[in-house]
């Protein structure tokens, strides 16, 4: 069955999808490999591999200036690789800037905007917005800025089910908000976030919005446009794409008014010793030799990823989701963190186990070849709120199977009973 054929039914034949990607057939421990840490990274599929191996081994050579043929070749590839990922989210080729992922992005725009000539300057009195339930890379750059620029940092708090609290929206994205950034998905919660009141509260300030996409992209359909967000932000590692590479989406008009990351080569127009002037947009941002080969096979994995139909993928993993959620409801000593149904919700499952440490789980499931990640997920504050020290986060992707969440249920009974609390 083709790609194609498997995108052209009603949910995904995912034994078809799992021949793609080599790494799910080894085994872990003397057990099958269970692989449910896509939300840290997802595996990588024969196309994307090949289609990187092929321009390296074909094609390669440094982009843009060069007026031999494979110069030409590499640049042709790479701009049309440009052009793939923006069309992916909806946007189009000069709105979208490669970074080498999503936290590059985003630090990006938190370093444009407290720099001379942005079109936003922050200073004492003004105000960033950002949720209790970001990941670190999308808190730590707006607290640097508000450091460096004196600007005040506030955030929406969040509600005993793994909600963003509402009830102060208005409070805290206020007329000296300048920058809200949120997240579309939880990393830790998996709660999927209302973009459309969010970003509708910040028009009616004059704030600017910046959306962390990095666990809504590779799982649904997006369109930034659509969206009406600013800036949105994504990363390939997590979505059957290379590491090394990412991508900042941004209005052409925003990018081109905000001053430069980084100095280099590539990004200038004209460079005396006096002083230098900068190329539009996506190019001043990217200084020095580019992600060429990691740029291509995102692409790829756009490609991939869009044959299959992110409607499926979405449909698929909200029934692994559900029988995850249902069988961890089921189980005496086990509690979830986050929202406790689909609705809303991508699926990154965060769950803890009375008397045994997160850590002890994680060791414990790898010793029967399932691999889940243990600790505070990058998003420390999150689990302050809700007074734990850390959670086993299963997540699941586009191949992983029902058989598959059975087997972790059942893996979490003999869990329990090796430390004793069942």
Request: glycine residues 8%; proline residues 5%.
């Amino acid at each position: 069955m083709t790609l194609r054929e498997v995108a052209s039914v009603a949910a995904l034949d995912v034994e078809a999808v799992r021949k793609d990607f080599p790494v799910l057939s080894r085994e872990v421990h003397g057990k099958p490999l269970v692989y449910l840490d896509n939300a840290s990274s997802s595996h990588k599929p024969t196309p994307v591999l090949d289609a990187e191996r092929e321009f390296v081994e074909q094609h390669y050579s440094n982009v843009h200036r060069g007026v031999h043929t494979l110069s030409q070749e590499a640049t042709d590839t790479y701009e049309n690789a440009r052009t793939t990922v923006a069309s992916f989210i909806g946007g189009q080729h000069d709105e979208l800037v490669f970074t080498k992922n999503v936290t590059e992005a985003i630090n990006l725009v938190a370093y444009s905007f407290g720099n001379p000539g942005s079109p936003v300057m922050l200073g004492p009195g003004d105000e960033i917005a950002v949720t209790e339930m970001e990941h670190h890379s999308n808190l730590v750059p707006w607290q640097m800025l508000a450091e460096r620029t004196g600007a005040t940092l506030r955030w929406l708090g969040l509600t005993d089910d793994g909600r963003l609290d509402l009830s102060d929206l208005d409070e805290v994205v206020n007329e000296r908000t300048k920058l809200f950034a949120f997240t579309h998905v939880s990393n830790i919660l998996g709660t999927e976030n209302p973009v459309d009141v969010l970003v509708g509260r910040a028009r009616e300030v004059g704030a600017y919005t910046l959306v962390d996409g990095a666990q809504s992209v590779p799982h649904q359909p997006v369109d930034v446009v659509a969206l009406g967000v600013d800036f949105f932000a994504f990363t390939g590692h997590k979505m059957v794409g290379p590491t090394g590479v990412g991508a900042l989406w941004g209005r052409t008009e925003l990018l081109n008014a905000m001053p430069p990351f980084m100095g280099g080569g590539s990004m200038i127009e004209v460079v005396q010793m006096t002083g230098s002037t900068y190329a539009p947009a996506p190019e001043r941002f990217e200084a020095g030799t580019p992600v060429i080969s990691q740029a291509i096979a995102l692409a790829a994995a756009c490609d991939y990823l869009t044959e299959l139909g992110l409607d499926n993928i979405k449909q698929h993993e909200i029934a692994l989701t559900a029988r995850l959620l249902d069988g961890l409801r089921s189980l005496d000593g086990a509690s979830v963190l986050g929202p406790d149904t689909t609705e809303m919700r991508g699926s990154a499952v965060s769950f803890v186990v009375d008397g045994v440490h997160p850590h002890d789980v994680g060791q414990s499931l790898d010793d029967l070849g399932i691999a889940v990640r243990v600790g505070h997920h990058c998003a420390a504050p999150v689990c302050r709120r809700y007074g734990v020290p850390a959670t086993a986060r299963a997540s699941s992707y586009l191949y992983n199977t029902e058989a598959e969440i059975d087997v972790l249920l059942e893996a979490i009974l003999q869990v329990q009973a090796f430390w004793g609390v069942r």
